[in-house]
């Protein structure tokens, strides 16, 4: 997969203007941070720009700075209580090297959106809901839990039962997971049929822990 998005990666810096020598040597940097992430790695990211080709098909600058947002999204360690303000200015520092003196992409803006989405651009909300399409993904949850397990093993599993268990219930109750209509007609009902049997799961093992 790395292979796969390096030509990727690369075309898109050439649309925003930069250096070849500045491309190679930022992906490479990325590769050597998604290499041993279970879930969120190179794999997660074609997975999102997979489904951002049918969403925004062509080449728009849109669907350009939503490109450069999943190539950094995950670059920090999610245990890092800044990743986001880290791959926010990571990401900032690359476009930095444009050749054009104006590049309309505020990837904090992104992130923030995820969590403020009645709020968010247009953008946002569109890259929260690539971000966690995995959700309604009925093929694919499974080992998208266990690689996430597989990822968080710092934690140990009173700790991630406890987290998962939070993140799953804050999920369900909000009023919609997918704020544009294209993804909430899509994944939605299929998203709470997956965490309602994956948060049973943990209510089970917590009862026996």
């Not at 790695?41 to 997979?50: K, P, Q, R, T, V």
């Not at 700075?65 to 520092?93: H, R, T, V, W």
């Not at 050749?99 to 992409?105: I, L």
Request: hydrophobic share 35%.
């Amino acid at each position: 997969m790395q292979k796969y998005l390096a030509p990727v990666f690369m075309e898109l810096g050439y649309h925003k203007g930069l250096a070849k020598k500045q491309c190679e040597e930022t992906y490479s940097r990325l590769a050597k941070k998604y290499i041993s992430r279970k879930y969120h790695n190179f794999s997660h990211i074609a997975y999102c720009l997979n489904l951002l080709d049918n969403y925004l098909p062509g080449y728009s600058e849109i669907r350009q700075n939503l490109m450069l947002g999943f190539f950094f999204n995950y670059e920090p360690e999610a245990k890092n209580n800044n990743a986001e303000i880290l791959s926010a200015q990571s990401c900032a520092d690359f476009i930095a090297g444009s050749k054009y003196k104006k590049t309309n992409f505020d990837f904090l803006e992104l992130i923030i959106g995820q969590r403020r989405p009645e709020t968010a651009s247009k953008e946002a909300r569109i890259f929260a809901d690539i971000d966690y399409a995995i959700l309604g993904d009925m093929y694919n949850y499974g080992t998208y839990a266990m690689q996430i397990r597989r990822e968080y093993k710092q934690f140990n599993d009173d700790e991630f039962r406890k987290g998962r268990i939070d993140f799953i219930e804050s999920l369900l109750k909000q009023p919609r997971i997918y704020q544009t209509d294209y993804f909430y007609k899509l994944r939605e009902e299929n998203a709470r049929i997956n965490l309602q049997r994956e948060l049973g799961w943990w209510l089970v093992q917590e009862k026996f822990a």
